[in-house]
């Protein structure tokens, strides 16, 4: 079983950057697809990055894809998000998941994923 914990989000003007960490416990993440989704207010939660191993494949939601890069530190056993040029439409409560084993079998599907952190608040202002 593996703990995720997120940080790093806050409210920053449109056009800046923020890095979101999900800090591991437990296990190695190495051992799992990583993902990030994200929830808008009155709005489901939806996809954004997938990435497995730190050398392995990325892929991304149309909406993020060349302004967000999903990466692991595996010294670190920590996810991040690299997220530039933001929108205020961002802005979203951010959850980190990790989805047991490194098959690529419905990855963009929230209810695919076995362990979810508790997410981070990222306020886009315009």
């Known amino acids: 079983q593996v703990q995720l914990v997120e940080s790093g989000g806050g409210l920053v003007q449109a056009g800046g950057s923020l890095r979101l960490s999900c800090a591991a416990s437990?296990?190695?993440?190495?051992?799992?697809?990583m993902g990030w989704f994200r929830q808008a207010p009155g709005k489901e939660r939806v996809f954004v990055a997938v990435?497995?191993?730190?050398?392995?494949?990325?892929y991304y939601a149309d909406s993020v894809k060349g302004r967000f890069t999903i990466s692991i530190d595996d010294a670190k056993n920590t996810m991040y998000l690299q997220m530039s040029s933001l929108k205020p439409e961002d802005t979203a409560v951010y959850y980190c998941?990790?989805?047991?084993?490194?098959?690529?079998?419905?990855?963009?599907?929230?209810?695919?994923?076995?362990?979810w952190g508790q997410g981070t608040q990222v306020t886009v202002s315009s």
């Open positions: 998941a990790a989805k047991r084993g490194t098959g690529w079998y419905k990855v963009l599907e929230g209810p695919s994923y076995d362990y």
């Open positions: 437990g296990r190695t993440v190495s051992n799992y697809v």
């Open positions: 990435i497995t191993r730190s050398d392995g494949p990325t």
